[in-house]
């Protein structure tokens, strides 16, 4: 069973910056691909970014070019750099890890707010 621990939100002004960490136990996140997702009160979850085992990146329209997802195999750590930050980026972010097997598990969350 992988625990996957997220840290790093947070208030911050419009325009400002966060960088979020999410850390895996066990072995199998050198292998994993890895996501962050978000859900807004009153909104389904969504996608925003997913990062693969091999490095390919993917992420969706309304945050491109404002967030960067990174991976640190040797410390089981993907990060979500977020710049540029706007009200509607306000959000629990969540961290996810799946496997081709089927397997996946979610973090527990981690609130972001944008605010003056």
């Known amino acids: 069973q992988v625990q996957l621990v997220e840290s790093g939100g947070g208030l911050v002004q419009p325009g400002g910056s966060l960088r979020l960490s999410c850390a895996a136990s066990g072995s199998i996140f050198s292998i994993a691909t890895m996501g962050w997702f978000r859900q807004a009160p009153g909104r389904e979850r969504e996608s925003v970014a997913s990062?693969?085992?091999?490095?390919?990146?993917n992420y969706a329209d309304s945050v491109k070019g404002r967030f960067t997802i990174s991976r640190d195999n040797a410390k089981h750590t993907v990060y979500l750099q977020m710049n540029s930050l706007k009200p509607e980026d306000t959000a629990v972010y969540y961290c996810?890890?799946?496997?081709?097997?089927?397997?996946?598990?979610w973090g527990q969350g981690t609130q972001v707010t944008v605010s003056s």
């Open positions: 990062i693969t085992s091999g490095g390919s990146t």
């Open positions: 996810k890890l799946w496997v081709f097997t089927g397997y996946d598990s």
